[in-house]
C-alpha cells in the first residue's frame, strides 16, 4: 500500500500541477455556464406560461438546444481522456516509466495508472455537468414538478421509478452514469497505449473516439439499446422506439467496463518484462 500511494500521489501531482490541466478545467466551467443562457435564449419562447418553466428544463443533459449539447454527446471520449490520457504515454516515450517502476513495483505502478485513468475520466465528466447543474438551479425556480411540457417515460425505460419520484435526482443519476462512462473509457484509452507503441500521442485521444463512434455505428444495425452514446442521454426515455431499460443500462456499462479491464490485464502483461 506505501508504494501504491507513492504513485498515487506522483500522478495527482502531475495531473494538476499543468497549466494545460487548469487551462481545461476553466475552458469546461466557461462552457458550462454559457451553455445555460444559449438554451435560455433558444427556449425563452417556448413557455407561454412561467410556472412550466424549471431546473428541469435548462439541464445540460436534459433540454439543452444549444450546440454544445451534440459536441458533447459525441466527443465525450475526448473529453474524458484529455486531462490525463497523455501522462503513461510519455513517461513510456521518455523512459521515465523505467525510473518510477525501480521506486516502487511494477504492480502498484500500474494499478495507480488504472485508479487515475477511472478518476480522471470520472472527475472531467463530473465537473462538466455538476457546474451546470448547479448553477441552473440556483438561477431558475426549483420546482421538480413534471409540466405539460416536460416530456415522460415510455413504460419501462430506464429509472422509470425514480423520475416520477424525483426528476432532479433522476438528472443526477445521468450524471453520475456519464462520469462512470468516462472513467471507463479513460482506462481504455490507458490499455490502449499500453498494448500499442503510439508513435504519436495524439493517437491517445483519436483511438478511444474513433472506437466509442465504430459501436455507436454498428449497435445502430444491431440493437442501438446498447449503444453507449444513448444509454448516457436521458432524452432517450421517449425517443426511441424501444426505450432503453435498467437491463439494458447494466449490461452496457458493465461490458464496456469489463472489457476496458482485460484489455487493461492484456497490456500489464504484455510489458511485465520492463526492468
Not at 428544463?57 to 471520449?77: A, C, G, K, Q
Amino acid at each position: 500500500m506505501k508504494k501504491l500511494r507513492f504513485y498515487l500521489k506522483y500522478d495527482i501531482k502531475q495531473l494538476f500541477k499543468r497549466n494545460t490541466t487548469k487551462c481545461f478545467y476553466i475552458f469546461l466551467f466557461i462552457v458550462a455556464i454559457l451553455d445555460i443562457f444559449c438554451t435560455y435564449w433558444t427556449q425563452s419562447g417556448f413557455f407561454e406560461d412561467i410556472s412550466e418553466m424549471s431546473v428541469t428544463h435548462y439541464v445540460f443533459l436534459e433540454n439543452s438546444t444549444s450546440i454544445v449539447r451534440d459536441f458533447y454527446f459525441s466527443f465525450i471520449p475526448i473529453l474524458a481522456v484529455i486531462p490525463f490520457g497523455l501522462q503513461y504515454y510519455c513517461e513510456k516515450k521518455s523512459k521515465y516509466r523505467e525510473y518510477l517502476l525501480y521506486r516502487g513495483s511494477r504492480k502498484s505502478y500500474y494499478l495507480s495508472k488504472f485508479i487515475m485513468s477511472f478518476m480522471s475520466g470520472f472527475f472531467t465528466i463530473f465537473f462538466f455537468l455538476i457546474v451546470n447543474y448547479i448553477i441552473v438551479h440556483l438561477i431558475y425556480p426549483n420546482n421538480s414538478s413534471i409540466g405539460s411540457t416536460f416530456l415522460k417515460p415510455d413504460k419501462g425505460a430506464f429509472l422509470e421509478d425514480i423520475f416520477y419520484m424525483n426528476v432532479n435526482l433522476y438528472q443526477f443519476i445521468y450524471i453520475i452514469i456519464n462520469s462512470i462512462i468516462g472513467g471507463i473509457i479513460s482506462i481504455l484509452s490507458l490499455s490502449l497505449s499500453m498494448i500499442f507503441n503510439y508513435k504519436n500521442g495524439f493517437l491517445v485521444i483519436a483511438v478511444s473516439f474513433i472506437i466509442y463512434s465504430i459501436q455507436s455505428v454498428v449497435l445502430f444495425f444491431v440493437d442501438i439499446n446498447y449503444d453507449i452514446m444513448h444509454i448516457i442521454q436521458p432524452a432517450t426515455r421517449w425517443a426511441l422506439a424501444e426505450p432503453i431499460t435498467n437491463a439494458d443500462v447494466i449490461i452496457s456499462i458493465s461490458a464496456c467496463f469489463i472489457l476496458s479491464t482485460i484489455l487493461f490485464i492484456v497490456g500489464c502483461r504484455k510489458e511485465r518484462d520492463i526492468l
